[in-house]
């Protein structure tokens, strides 16, 4: 950070993206908002599937290993049983290990994406996940440009907005 600048706040979260990238991070000061890429929440995202994936592969391991033969159930098993421990993945992530993981102005510099000074904003635009959709960021520079955060999580919503609102207090929430 910069000696001029107080740092207000930041977080990672999977729940969290720009662009195709999910597991993403904001942070801000009193002077600039900056996005950053997240190992841990990339990962945190991506661990779900791959251990449903191994899950899968071992159940199938042993069902070609056994002395029976295969039946037309076992694939149906293999996907409810994929399903079923990517389903727990997910929930503990979500639940558990939590949607959020603060981050420090030390973490933050390394990882950095983007930055936008306050004083460039022209407008800042959220809109809240609804349902199963996801909602997002949307940043209006004076170059004409727009950075837009995708949002897919209520409570990293919620997060977002405070973030947001302490670096921007103009920013207005759209249904």
Do not use: C
Request: net charge positive.
């Amino acid at each position: 950070m910069q000696e001029s600048e107080t740092y207000l706040g930041g977080f990672s979260s999977p729940f969290l993206g720009k662009g195709r990238r999910w597991g993403y991070g904001l942070a801000v000061t009193d002077a600039r908002l900056i996005g950053f890429k997240s190992t841990w929440a990339r990962s945190t995202l991506l661990a779900g599937p791959a251990i449903a994936a191994a899950g899968g592969i071992i159940s199938l391991g042993q069902s070609v290993g056994s002395s029976a033969s295969l039946s037309p159930v076992d694939p149906s098993i293999i996907v409810l049983g994929t399903a079923t421990t990517l389903g727990t993945v997910i929930f503990l992530v979500t639940n558990i290990v939590g949607p959020t993981r603060e981050a420090t102005a030390g973490q933050i510099e390394g990882k950095k994406d983007f930055e936008v000074k306050k004083e460039f904003v022209l407008g800042i635009v959220m809109r809240r996940p609804q349902g199963f959709g996801i909602g997002h960021v949307m940043i209006d520079l004076q170059s004409g440009d727009d950075v837009k955060i995708i949002i897919g999580n209520k409570r990293v919503f919620r997060k977002t907005k405070e973030l947001v609102g302490a670096f921007y207090p103009e920013a207005h929430e759209r249904p």
